[in-house]
C-alpha cells in the first residue's frame, strides 16, 4: 500500500499518458516554486507583422506559457504596457524609434533582450528574418521549461550553418528504408497523405532546433515524385512546412528525364536533358515558391548515374543547379558513390577510397548552388569510423556533413545509443589542412575555406508510431542533431541536460541518471558489436541489425574486416596497404599509417594486426575483444539497474517502455556478446584468459534437455545462437523441453533464451514440477523471418525457488510460421540463494 501511493505521489507530475507526441515541446505545467521566477514575465505578447511564420511564432509563445506557466498570455497589436515583443529589428525600430541593439545578426540569428520600450518592462525576442524570430521563441520557451532565468535577457544566437536539413528515406507507398517506427508521416499508397497532422508536428519539432529544410522522400528516389500530377501534392506539404520557416526538398533520380521524362536518354549534357530539368524545376516553384532543392544519389548502389554516359558527377550536378538557381534552390549531391562489386580477393581494392578518388579531382568544378554531401565516415554510419578524408579534399566546393540519426547500424532504435558523442568526435577531429587548425566542423560550416555555404544533413526516419522514434530515449539524437548543427561547439554532455530536462522535467536525480545513461551508451554498444574500428560486426547483407560477422566478407561491398585465423583488419597504409591513409593531409596520414600512432579505437580500421598485437592499452587485440565484449553486455545489464531507480520519478508509460527496451537490449547484448567471442575463439584457437568465453555453467542448452516434439535444428550463422543449435516445435499442439535440476537450493533468476521471429507469434510456458511458473507470447516485431542473431531474445523470470531433483518444463506452441523456437535457459543464482 505504501509503494502504491508513492507511485501516485511520483507520477502526478506528469501528464497521464505521455505518449513523447511533444517530444521536447511538452511545455509540462510547473511547480509553484518554478512558476514563481517567472511572475514579472509580461501578461501580454505583441507581433509587430503578420507572416506566417510571426502568426506561428505568436501562438507558440502563447502555447508555451500557458502550458508551462498555467496563466494567459494576452495577444496584442500594438505596445500598451509591459509586453514580450515579437519583430523585425526593422519593425522594432519603427514601433520603437529608440531601439539600436549593437548586435549584428545574420540570417536566422536571433536576439533575446530585456529592455523598456515606452517606459515599459519588455522582453524582446528579434531577428532580421520571421524565421529567427521563430528560433527566438523556442529560445525562452525552452529557458522556461528548464527552469532558467527570463529576466535581463541580453543574448545573441546565430547558428554557425547556414544550411540545416533533415533527409527522410520515406517511400511513396508508406514505407521507410532504414525506418524503425512505423510507416511513413508523408506518404502512403504511393501518394501524399490526406492527413498530415503529424507533418505539422515534425515541423513544429524540427524547427524548434533550428532546422530549416526537409527532404521528405527517400534517396533511392522514385522518378514519380517529379510527375506534374504529383506536385500539387507535394506543395499541400510545403503549406504544412511554411508556417514553421521549413522549406520542402524532394531526392530525385538522375534518370527520371528518361524513366518518367519519355526521353531516350538522361543523359546531363543533352540539351533536352537541360531543359527536361529546367521545364520541371520552374514547373515546381509555380505551386512551391520556397521550394528548397533536390538531393541527389546516383551511381551508388544500383542507382542510374552520369557514368552511363561518361559524365562526371560535377556535369550531372550543375545541371540541375542551374535549373534551380533562379529561385536559390540548392542541390545536394551525394558523395557516397561507389562500386559495390569490388573484387574482394585483391587486397588492395578499398570502398573506403571512392569518395575522394571521385570528388577530389572534381574540386572547383560544381557550381555554387552545389553541396556536396559527404556521410561522416568513408563507409557507412558504422558505430565507429574515422572522419571521410574529402572533407579535406574540397578547398572549392560546397560541403555539407551527412549524420545519420536513425540508428541503422547503431541498434535500429532499439538498442540505446545516443549519438551526439560519436558526433562530436567526428566534428571536432583537426584535419590539420596545411598544417593549420581546421576542425571539420568548420570545413562543413564553409569557414575553413570561405564558402557561400556549408550544411549538415541528418537522416532520420521518423514514422508514424506516437514518439516518432520509437525508442522514447532515441529522440536525443533528432534533437542533438538540431543543436549540433545550429551550434557545433556544444558539447554532447549539455545537450544530454537539456533534452533531459526538456523531455522528463528537472528533477535532479531523473536528470542526472538520464544524462549518464546517455552519454555512456555509445560506448557501451560499440564495445559488444565490434571495437577496435572493425566496424559494426553486423549482417551487412541483410537487416544490419544483429551480429553477422562473416557477412561482411568475400562479396564486392567491401566491408572488409579481414579476418582470418592468424589476424584481422584492414591494411590501409601507403606503405603496404590500399593507400586509403594517403587521402588524408599530411600531418593526419601520419597519424594513421604506423600501429604506433593510431588510436587504438581505429586501429582495425587502418591496419591488419596478429590477434597477439599489444594494444596502447597493454592488452592484447584478441584479449580485447573478449574484454569489451563482455564488459558492454554488462554495463547494458546496468542500464537496466539504472532505470529502474527512476521508477517513482518518471510517468508510468514511459518508465514502462524505456524499461522493456533496456531489458531486450541487456539480452541481446548477450547474443552480441556470445557470438563474437564464440566467433574470435574459434578463428583464432586463442582462449580467454578469463575462461569466460566459451563456458557457461549457468547455462542449459535446449538441445540437452529431455524433449517431446521438439526438433534440433542447426542456426546459421552458427555463433547466433548458443552451440550453433536451437530446438524448434513442428507440432501444432505443442512440445516440452524438460530437465532436472540438481544444484543448490535456493532462489534463482531464469533467463530463457527464445527466437522471436516476425512471422507468428508463439507461446511459451515455464513449469516447475507440473506447476505453472510463468507464461508469454513471443509478439515483438524482430526484423527476422528465422531463429538468428535478429531474432534472438529472452525472457526473465525474476526469481523461482528450487531444490535439488526439481523438474523444469519449457513448452512451446507455435504459431503460423514461427515454431517456438528455443536456444537455453540460464539460472543465475540471486544473492539469496548464495
Ligand atoms: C538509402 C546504406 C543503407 C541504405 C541507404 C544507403 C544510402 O547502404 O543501408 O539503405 O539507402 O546507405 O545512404 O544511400
Redo the contacts with the bound molecule.
Keep these: 500500500m505504501i509503494l502504491a501511493v508513492g507511485m501516485l505521489a511520483g507520477t502526478a507530475r506528469f501528464a497521464p499518458g505521455e505518449t513523447g507526441q511533444d517530444a521536447w515541446l511538452r511545455y509540462a505545467p510547473m511547480g509553484a516554486t518554478e512558476r514563481a521566477k517567472y511572475e514579472a514575465l509580461p501578461a501580454t505578447v505583441v507581433a509587430l507583422g503578420d507572416s506566417i511564420v510571426l502568426a506561428t511564432a505568436e501562438d507558440e509563445m502563447v502555447r508555451g506559457v500557458t502550458g508551462m506557466l498555467a496563466r494567459a498570455l494576452r495577444k496584442e497589436k500594438s505596445i500598451r504596457g509591459g509586453a514580450i515583443i515579437l519583430g523585425t529589428l526593422a519593425a522594432i525600430r519603427k514601433a520603437a524609434p529608440g531601439f539600436q541593439p549593437s548586435f549584428q545578426i545574420g540570417a536566422d540569428g536571433f536576439l533575446l533582450f530585456s529592455t523598456q520600450i515606452h517606459g515599459f518592462d519588455c522582453l524582446v525576442v528579434t531577428s532580421t528574418t520571421d524565421r529567427g524570430i521563430l528560433y527566438g521563441v523556442f529560445a525562452v520557451l525552452s529557458k522556461i521549461a528548464r527552469n532558467e532565468n527570463v529576466t535581463d535577457l541580453n543574448q545573441v544566437e546565430q547558428p554557425q550553418v547556414p544550411v540545416r536539413w533533415i533527409d527522410q528515406?520515406d517511400n511513396l507507398n508508406g514505407s521507410i528504408?532504414?525506418g524503425y517506427a512505423g510507416p511513413s508521416i508523408f506518404f502512403e499508397n504511393s501518394a501524399v497523405r490526406a492527413d498530415l497532422s503529424r507533418v505539422g508536428q515534425y515541423a513544429r519539432l524540427i524547427a524548434s532546433v533550428g532546422i530549416n529544410g526537409c527532404t521528405i522522400n527517400?534517396?533511392?528516389a522514385d522518378p514519380q515524385i517529379l510527375d506534374d500530377s504529383f506536385i500539387p501534392q507535394l506543395a499541400r506539404i510545403a503549406d504544412v512546412f511554411r508556417p514553421w520557416g521549413v522549406q520542402l526538398s524532394v531526392s530525385v533520380d538522375l534518370g527520371s528525364p528518361k524513366s518518367a521524362g519519355g526521353l531516350k536518354t538522361f543523359d546531363p549534357l543533352d540539351p533536352r536533358v537541360v531543359e527536361w530539368w529546367t521545364e520541371k524545376v520552374d514547373k515546381i516553384y509555380r505551386q512551391i515558391p520556397d521550394f528548397a532543392g533536390f538531393v541527389v544519389?546516383a551511381d551508388?548502389?544500383g542507382r542510374s548515374g552520369p557514368s552511363s554516359y561518361g559524365r562526371t558527377p560535377a556535369d550531372a550536378a550543375n545541371v540541375i543547379a542551374r535549373a534551380l538557381r533562379p529561385n536559390r534552390g540548392l542541390l545536394f549531391y551525394?558523395a557516397?558513390v561507389y562500386d559495390h562489386h569490388l573484387d574482394w580477393r585483391n587486397l588492395k581494392n578499398d570502398r573506403a577510397r571512392a569518395a575522394y578518388d571521385i570528388f577530389h579531382p572534381l574540386d572547383g568544378k560544381f557550381d555554387d548552388n552545389v553541396i556536396v554531401q559527404i556521410?561522416y565516415g568513408p563507409i557507412?554510419?558504422q558505430a565507429r569510423e574515422p572522419v571521410s578524408p574529402l572533407f579535406g579534399g574540397l578547398e572549392k566546393t560546397n560541403q555539407g556533413i551527412e549524420l545519420q540519426i536513425t540508428q541503422?547500424y547503431t541498434g535500429q532504435q532499439r538498442h540505446l545509443c545516443f549519438l551526439p558523442p560519436m558526433w562530436k568526435e567526428i566534428l571536432d577531429f583537426d584535419l590539420r589542412i596545411s598544417g593549420g587548425n581546421t576542425p571539420v566542423k568548420d570545413v562543413v560550416a564553409g569557414k575553413t575555406f570561405h564558402r557561400p555555404v556549408g550544411a549538415f544533413v541528418g537522416v532520420a526516419n521518423v514514422g508514424l508510431d506516437a514518439n516518432w522514434l520509437a525508442h522514447p530515449l532515441a529522440m536525443a539524437n533528432l534533437y542533438g542533431f538540431g543543436r549540433l548543427a545550429w551550434n557545433p561547439n556544444l558539447s554532447a554532455e549539455s545537450i544530454a541536460e537539456e533534452w533531459t530536462r526538456l523531455t522528463f522535467g528537472n528533477d535532479p536525480a531523473v536528470v542526472q541518471a538520464i544524462v549518464s545513461l546517455q552519454m555512456k551508451s555509445w560506448h557501451v554498444y560499440e564495445s559488444y558489436t565490434g571495437p577496435l574500428g572493425a566496424q559494426t560486426l553486423t549482417d551487412i547483407l541483410g537487416s544490419?541489425y544483429g551480429p553477422g560477422i562473416e557477412s561482411s566478407e568475400r562479396n564486392g561491398w567491401g566491408q572488409w574486416h579481414r579476418a582470418d585465423s592468424r589476424g584481422i583488419g584492414m591494411d590501409r597504409t601507403v606503405a603496404t596497404g590500399t593507400g586509403f591513409v594517403g587521402q588524408y593531409p599530411s600531418a593526419v596520414q601520419s597519424l594513421y599509417e604506423s600501429t604506433r600512432t593510431t588510436p587504438d579505437d581505429l586501429l582495425l580500421f587502418f591496419h591488419h594486426v596478429p590477434y597477439t598485437y599489444v594494444l596502447g592499452s597493454g592488452k592484447t587485440v584478441i584479449q580485447h575483444i573478449y574484454d569489451s565484449h563482455y564488459e558492454g553486455a554488462e554495463q547494458a545489464e546496468e542500464f537496466v539497474r539504472q532505470w529502474k531507480s527512476l521508477r517513482s520519478l518518471v510517468d508510468n508509460d514511459r518508465y514502462t517502455e524505456v524499461l522493456t527496451k533496456l531489458e531486450y537490449q541487456a539480452g541481446h547484448a548477450v547474443v552480441w556478446r556470445d557470438a563474437i567471442c564464440n566467433w574470435f575463439l574459434r578463428t583464432s584457437g586463442i582462449a580467454d584468459t578469463m575462461e569466460r568465453v566459451g563456458n557457461h555453467p549457468d547455462r542449459i542448452e535446449a538441445e540437452a534437455m529431455q524433449i517431446e516434439g521438439f526438433v534440433p535444428i542447426d542456426v546459421d550463422p552458427w555463433e547466433n545462437a548458443s552451440g550453433g543449435k536451437a530446438i524448434e516445435c513442428p507440432k501444432a499442439s505443442g512440445c516440452s523441453a524438460k530437465f532436472r535440476f540438481e544444484r543448490a537450493a535456493g532462489r534463482y533468476g531464469m533467463d530463457v533464451r527464445y527466437f522471436d521471429q516476425n512471422n507468428g507469434a508463439s507461446t511459451f510456458r515455464v513449469l516447475r514440477n507440473d506447476q505453472p511458473v510463468d507464461e508469454w507470447i513471443a509478439d515483438d516485431h524482430l526484423l527476422a523471418t528465422k531463429p538468428g542473431g535478429d531474432s534472438s531474445s529472452w525472457h526473465r523470470i525474476p526469481a523461482i525457488l528450487l531444490h535439488p531433483g526439481d523438474e523444469i518444463r519449457i513448452e512451446g506452441y507455435p504459431d503460423a510460421q514461427e515454431h517456438a523456437p528455443l536456444d537455453y535457459i540460464e539460472l543465475r543464482a540471486t544473492p539469496e540463494s548464495r
Excluded: A, G, P
Aim: without cysteine; aromatic residues 18%; proline residues 0%.
Design positions: 528515406w528504408e532504414r527517400n534517396v533511392n544519389k551508388s548502389e551525394r557516397f556521410k557507412d554510419f541503422e544490419h
